[in-house]
C-alpha cells in the first residue's frame, strides 16, 4: 500500500519521480501550478507540449521534466466547477486515477500531486480533497506503485482537508 504523504512546499523543487500538472487543455501553460512548473521546466517543455496536441479533461499525459529535479511530468485536466452537476467528481476522480496509471506504467515510484481543480477552475477544497483520497485509495489498494504519494498543498485550507480525511 503507498504511503501518503500531506507536505507544504512547492512543487517544482522536489526530489521525487514525477509531479502532476494540473494543467489547462493545450497543455502550453497557464497560471497557478501550470505556469510555475512551466517555468521552471523551461521552453523544452514548451516545445514538446506543442507537438502533444493537448489533453481532454480527466485524461493524463507523460513528458520528460527538462529542467525539474523530477524526471517526469504527468499533466492533468482537471474539471472546471459548474455546481457539481456535470460530472465534475467522475472526472476529477479520473485525473487522479489516469495520472496514477501513467505513473504505474512507467515505474514511478514517488509521484508529487497538487490540489487539482481547486485553483481557479473553483472546486470545493473539501470536496476535492475527499474525491483526491478516494481515488488514490483505491488505486493503492490494486498495485504497489507509486510507493509515496505526496500531496503537496498550497495554503491551509487545502493541508487542513487532506488531514482531517487521513486521520
Not at 525539474?68 to 459548474?82: E, F, S
Not at 485509495?137 to 504497489?144: D, E, I, K, L, M
Amino acid at each position: 500500500m503507498a504511503r501518503i504523504r500531506v507536505i507544504d512546499g512547492d512543487i517544482t523543487q522536489l526530489e521525487v519521480d514525477a509531479v502532476v500538472n494540473a494543467a489547462n487543455p493545450t497543455l502550453l501553460g497557464g497560471g497557478g501550478v501550470d505556469g510555475a512548473i512551466h517555468h521552471a521546466a523551461g521552453p523544452e517543455l514548451f516545445e514538446y507540449c506543442k507537438a502533444v496536441g493537448g489533453c481532454k479533461t480527466g485524461q493524463a499525459v507523460l513528458t520528460p521534466g527538462f529542467n525539474l529535479k523530477a524526471p517526469y511530468i504527468i499533466h492533468t485536466v482537471g474539471p472546471v466547477w459548474r455546481g457539481g452537476a456535470n460530472h465534475e467528481s467522475d472526472l476529477l476522480s479520473k485525473c487522479y486515477r489516469n495520472s496514477l496509471r501513467l505513473a504505474s506504467q512507467h515505474n514511478i515510484q514517488t509521484i508529487a500531486f497538487p490540489a487539482i481543480s481547486c485553483g481557479i477552475y473553483g472546486y470545493p477544497v473539501n470536496s476535492a480533497c475527499e474525491v483526491a483520497l478516494g481515488s488514490i485509495r483505491f488505486h493503492a489498494s490494486g498495485t504497489a506503485l507509486p510507493h509515496t504519494i505526496y500531496l503537496v498543498c498550497f495554503g491551509e485550507e487545502v493541508k487542513s482537508g487532506f488531514r482531517q480525511l487521513l486521520g
